[in-house]
């Protein structure tokens, strides 16, 4: 396998080596019974997610980024290999992790203290409590005095932060998230990534989140795995040793940080050209 790890690890994944998930050697194949034919899109992949890190998946549109929290999320089942969530194989909808997709996914009938308490209600939690611990969260991400506000009274920024929150308010141990920011503005983006990192800072969560923003994947990562054009393989994984806390706003004079980012992006340059000149 071609996996490179540059540069070396760093202090963070010495001290979190407990494994919450991993993939082993998972091979996914989509059959198409129309055309009685399988397109490989995932193969060979052995990925494996400590405690408390933030992991980036990046690679070329169509690589498999999706599918591999689809694959921990139990949405999809590999057609070889294991998937593994918390010391057991994952078998059916796992309801041990949270999942911020790329819509979100606010029910737009309930306020936005009332989207954020689902998870709590569905636990049985009182509502003092629910109150208390979604208050707090809401007011982590400065939305003090929109509790009341239904979805449609909310920026999409606003929606994404209380999307993120509802999520975290569950307290999986892990997270997935697949392009979270996706539909965002620049600006709206970078205020979102830096209460992210706050929040991820506080809470430890394990977290793999999808990305197509560099960038993004460096200012939040502990790790970046790099992809390969489809089927995805595993290409290279980097270490993102730039000291936390980080500062998101100011990541580009962080030292490294265009060391790390020109490598990526010679990976990702190299799987695009090679998916061109497979699908031209
Ligand atoms: N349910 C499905 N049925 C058939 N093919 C699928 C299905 N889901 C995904 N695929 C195919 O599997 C491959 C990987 O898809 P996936 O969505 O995981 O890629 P991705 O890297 O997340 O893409 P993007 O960056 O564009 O979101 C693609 O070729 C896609 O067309």
């Known amino acids: 396998m071609l996996t490179q790890v540059v540069p070396k690890a760093s202090p963070q994944d010495e001290r979190s080596a407990r494994e919450i998930a991993?993939?082993?050697?998972v091979y996914l194949a989509f059959v198409d019974t129309q055309r009685r034919s399988a397109k490989l899109a995932l193969e060979g992949i052995s990925l494996s997610f400590k405690e408390g890190e933030f992991c980036s998946i990046v690679g070329p549109s169509g690589c498999g980024k999706s599918t591999i929290l689809n694959l921990i999320a139990g949405l999809t089942k590999p057609t070889e290999g294991s998937v593994i969530c918390n010391g057991k194989p994952v078998a059916g909808i796992n309801t041990e992790v949270g999942y911020v997709t790329q819509d979100d996914n606010l029910l737009p009938w309930r306020t936005l203290?009332?989207?954020?308490?689902?998870?709590?209600?569905l636990r049985g939690i009182p509502k003092e409590e629910r109150a208390r611990r979604s208050r707090e969260l809401i007011d982590r991400v400065g939305l003090t005095g929109?509790?009341?506000?239904?979805?449609?009274?909310?920026?999409?920024?606003?929606?994404?932060?209380?999307?993120?929150?509802?999520?975290?308010?569950?307290?999986?141990?892990?997270?997935?998230?697949?392009?979270?920011?996706g539909p965002l503005d620049a600006q709206?983006?970078?205020?979102?990534?830096?209460?992210?990192?706050?929040?991820?800072?506080?809470?430890?969560?394990?977290?793999?989140f999808v990305t197509h923003d560099l960038v993004e994947a460096i200012a939040l990562s502990d790790r970046i795995i790099v992809m390969t054009a489809t089927p995805g393989r595993i290409k290279k994984i980097y270490d993102i040793d730039i000291p936390r806390p980080r500062d998101v706003f100011h990541i580009h004079d962080a030292p490294g940080f265009s060391r790390i980012f020109d490598a990526l992006w010679a990976d990702i340059r190299e799987e695009i050209k090679a998916s061109m000149r497979r699908d031209p």
């Open 188 to 208: 709206t983006r970078l205020v979102l990534q830096n209460d992210l990192v706050k929040l991820w800072e506080r809470a430890r969560s394990t977290v793999v």
């Open 113 to 121: 203290q009332s989207n954020v308490e689902i998870a709590l209600e």
């Open 22 to 25: 991993a993939l082993q050697d």
């Open 146 to 181: 929109f509790e009341n506000h239904y979805p449609a009274q909310l920026s999409g920024g606003m929606r994404k932060r209380g999307s993120i929150i509802r999520t975290l308010i569950y307290d999986a141990n892990l997270i997935l998230m697949d392009e979270p920011f």
